[in-house]
């Protein structure tokens, strides 16, 4: 978030003097490292839980996909306009096409499907997707989830356009150049509070080899699941009634070559009941410095840190008086997530590889190794005197604009640049103005929303982009 933020403000204005602090000795080795994410370039195009079934049995509303789908071309509109000016380099060290599948079970899900696509078929950004309930079309699509499964109702959508995306990469690229551009970067260095001055200015303490504090006239605190904590330690009362809710998650991964080769595409699923939405299951192919891996999971659990390289305390030391209830209300409210959680901590390798099997029936254990990804601060946002979990991301920002910061998780990464954009418009609003009125308006197509209601810019969008990144059209 942050490099993308640096990356739109140097392109909108140049002159303007940007510092970026990062507590790692490394950017992007958060919550945006390949191996902490899942990768996915978020476009609701396989995704169940961003269209959720309407409660009359009718076909669902296509809404909130197409939002979220238009605020990932935003990506990809960006994204491409950095390769054509040597921001970003070759579209291959980061982005690559990778099928997008929805896959479900029994009657209930395949009827749910199959009215999702109805929804959904005739939507410009989504034109280009299938839909089968045929076993054998399906076992085409993906071989490795049909071999060895008996025959109950089973249902599939397919779309060729899916992307596979390296955040990490993203980060490293973007901050690199930011650094040529002589932003200065100081990594290992920590940011302890924040204080504003009578005049608005902010006052930045930190730690890390050199600890002192510097001046700055605006801030953006681009720092994953921190950013609530000094968020509230600035005081601004924008915070006040908000609190994260931390949710870990593990992955199988496979990297043996033969196994790798047989599947090609990431395929979603239903979530369990009382699961969280982003503990669908999925089994994904995965490229990461050019070596592609399959990744099942997310298996989610409980742990009171907000970034992986957090602390125990982030939790506990987040609860305010002004966010008590809201914390108390989303505990008792979500009891099925709690049970699922716990469930989840509870069960052992072996039971979590039969997850996998319902997915990948003939799978074999020691194909698979089990490892730790990055921690998702889901959002509690106030709501009366009591909170909600919300899923999603949120930008918070002072009235005086001198401030502003990003909670949320998922669809996050894939959703960078038009939260980064949003940010600019609290913050930056003169260098909006001045990336709309140059090189946005031309290339960035989308931003604003709009782009799906026009099949003509849609798929021009579509093609000019997919030529840039080198994807499938
Ligand atoms: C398991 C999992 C799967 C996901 N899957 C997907 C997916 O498939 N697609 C997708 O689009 N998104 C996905 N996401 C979400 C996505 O990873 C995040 O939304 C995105 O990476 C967040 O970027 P960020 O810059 O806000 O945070 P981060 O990448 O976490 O960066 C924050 C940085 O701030 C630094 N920092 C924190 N506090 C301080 C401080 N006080 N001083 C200095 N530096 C500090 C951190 O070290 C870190 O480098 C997933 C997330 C998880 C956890």
Same mark, same amino acid.
């Given at each position: ?382 709501? $009366?005197?009591? *909170?909600? &979990? ?6 918070? %920002? =002072?009235?005086?604009?001198?401030? +502003?910061?990003? !909670? ?37 197509? $989308?931003?604003? *929303?709009? &782009? ?6 849609? %798929? =021009?969008?579509?093609?000019?982009? +997919?030529?840039? !990144?080198?994807?499938?059209?």
């Amino acid at each position: 978030m942050s490099a993308t933020l640096g990356t739109l403000l140097k392109l909108a204005n140049p002159k303007l003097k940007v510092v970026m602090f990062e507590r790692l000795p490394e950017v992007g080795e958060e919550s945006s490292n390949p191996w902490n994410n899942a990768g996915t370039g978020h476009a609701a195009l396989c995704e169940l839980n961003y269209m959720p079934d309407s409660a009359d049995g009718s076909n669902p509303s296509p809404a909130k996909a197409i939002a979220i789908n238009e605020q990932f071309q935003v990506s990809r509109a960006f994204w491409s306009y950095c390769v054509e000016q040597g921001v970003l380099r070759a579209p291959e060290t980061f982005i690559r096409t990778i099928p997008h599948m929805s896959f479900v079970r029994g009657e209930k899900d395949v009827d749910y499907l199959r009215r999702r696509f109805q929804s959904l078929k005739d939507q410009p950004l989504f034109a280009k997707m299938q839909h089968s309930e045929d076993p054998k079309q399906i076992a085409k699509w993906s071989p490795m989830i049909m071999e060895g499964r008996s025959d109950q109702p089973v249902a599939a959508t397919w779309i060729e356009q899916g992307t596979d995306v390296d955040y990490g990469a993203i980060t490293k690229q973007l901050t690199e150049w930011l650094v040529k551009k002589k932003v200065r970067l100081e990594t290992s260095t920590e940011v302890k509070r924040l204080y504003q001055y009578a005049d608005g200015s902010w006052q930045i303490w930190l730690g890390g080899a050199n600890p002192r504090f510097i001046r700055a006239n605006r801030v953006f605190v681009g720092a994953g699941g921190w950013a609530l904590k000094l968020l509230q330690g600035a005081g601004i009362p924008e915070i006040s009634g908000y609190g994260t809710f931390p949710v870990s998650g593990h992955f199988l991964r496979a990297d043996k070559p033969e196994l790798v080769a047989k599947h090609n595409a990431k395929v979603y699923s239903q979530a369990a009941v009382g699961a969280p939405p982003m503990s669908v299951p999925h089994l994904d192919t995965r490229v990461v410095d050019g070596k592609p891996s399959l990744l099942f999971g997310p298996f989610a659990g409980i742990n009171p840190k907000f970034l992986k390289e957090g602390s125990v305390l982030d939790l506990p030391k987040s609860v305010r008086l002004g966010n008590l209830l809201p914390y108390i209300s989303v505990a008792l409210k979500n009891f099925d997530l709690l049970r699922y959680l716990i469930k989840e901590v509870t069960k052992s390798k072996r039971q979590k590889f039969e997850q996998l099997r319902e997915f990948v029936p003939n799978a074999v254990e020691s194909d698979w190794s089990y490892y730790e990804a990055g921690q998702r601060a889901q959002i509690i946002k106030p709501k $009366g005197r009591v *909170g909600e &979990l919300q899923f999603g991301t949120e930008v918070i %920002a =002072s009235t005086d604009g001198t401030i +502003a910061g990003l !909670l949320g998780a998922s669809p996050g990464a894939s959703v960078s640049v038009a939260a980064m954009l949003d940010v600019m418009q609290h913050m930056f609003p003169t260098e909006l103005e001045n990336f709309q009125s140059g090189p946005l308006s031309k290339t960035v197509t $989308g931003y604003g *929303g709009g &782009l799906n209601a026009d099949a003509k810019a849609a %798929a =021009s969008h579509l093609r000019k982009t +997919a030529k840039v !990144l080198g994807l499938r059209a």
